[in-house]
């Protein structure tokens, strides 16, 4: 008799545990599928907007039925919060490519350094930030740009790896310390 009841009280356990599973992959799925910082063309200015969606009630959403997109940061807020968040039919046509760094990643696809004309290679969190040059010619890193700023700097701004980036930077804020030989090419560092 004791034996059936606990193994009915596995049982149960098991199917609850099979049933929370049922639900939490496809929820931890809309998680990972919408967070992340996103560009989009605001369907109101037609420029482009940088936005966050709520992610972690997406996937809450998904556990308990379907999941319901809302935006948790619009870089047009506060003054247009009361917006009707339409831009979030283009995160759901396509949640990849609107993603921040999937823009970012392939503006830097194939790209050459402006100053050493070494490859950049792939852009990896891990990894030093590869810059840019300005039409000012300082270099900065790309994270340092806001989000709804980068289609703009990216159709007037220069690829450059990490090391030129720390090297320039070097230069301007200390060009005594620094002698051009131009025989070699070389810059040296005093
Ligand atoms: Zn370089």
Request: hydrophobic fraction near 40%; charged fraction near 20%; aromatic fraction near 10%.
């Given at each position: 008799?004791?034996?059936?009841?606990?193994?009915?009280?596995?049982?149960?356990?098991?199917?609850?545990?099979?049933?929370?599973?049922?639900?939490?992959?496809?929820?931890?799925?809309?998680?990972?599928?919408?967070?992340?910082?996103?560009?989009?063309?605001?369907p109101?200015?037609?420029?482009?907007?940088?936005?966050?969606?709520?992610?972690?009630?997406?996937?809450?959403?998904?556990?308990?039925?379907?999941?319901?997109?809302?935006?948790?940061?619009?870089?047009?807020?506060?003054?247009?919060?009361?917006c009707g968040q339409e831009?979030?039919?283009?995160?759901?046509?396509?949640?990849?490519?609107?993603?921040?760094?999937?823009?970012?990643?392939?503006?830097?696809?194939?790209?050459?350094?402006?100053?050493?004309?070494?490859?950049?290679?792939?852009?990896?969190?891990?990894?030093?930030?590869?810059?840019?040059?300005?039409?000012?010619?300082?270099?900065?890193?790309?994270?340092?740009?806001?989000?709804?700023?980068?289609?703009?700097?990216?159709?007037?701004?220069?690829?450059?790896?990490?090391?030129?980036?720390?090297?320039?930077?070097?230069?301007?804020?200390?060009?005594?310390?620094?002698?051009?030989?131009?025989?070699?090419?070389?810059?040296?560092?005093?």
């Amino acid at each position: 008799m004791t034996i059936t009841v606990f193994t009915i009280i596995i049982a149960v356990l098991v199917l609850g545990a099979g049933l929370f599973l049922l639900r939490a992959i496809p929820s931890m799925r809309t998680y990972f599928t919408f967070r992340g910082k996103r560009l989009v063309t605001c369907p109101e200015t037609h420029k482009a907007t940088a936005i966050d969606v709520a992610a972690s009630e997406a996937a809450l959403g998904t556990f308990f039925n379907e999941p319901t997109l809302r935006l948790s940061q619009c870089s047009r807020w506060p003054e247009r919060q009361d917006c009707g968040q339409e831009c979030l039919q283009q995160v759901e046509a396509d949640p990849e490519n609107c993603l921040v760094w999937k823009i970012v990643a392939k503006w830097y696809e194939g790209k050459k350094c402006v100053f050493c004309h070494k490859p950049i290679g792939p852009l990896g969190h891990l990894d030093h930030a590869p810059a840019l040059l300005g039409p000012d010619f300082r270099t900065s890193e790309w994270s340092e740009i806001l989000p709804e700023q980068l289609p703009e700097v990216f159709s007037k701004y220069q690829a450059v790896c990490w090391n030129c980036h720390v090297t320039e930077t070097f230069r301007r804020l200390h060009p005594e310390m620094v002698v051009d030989r131009p025989a070699e090419t070389k810059r040296v560092i005093m």
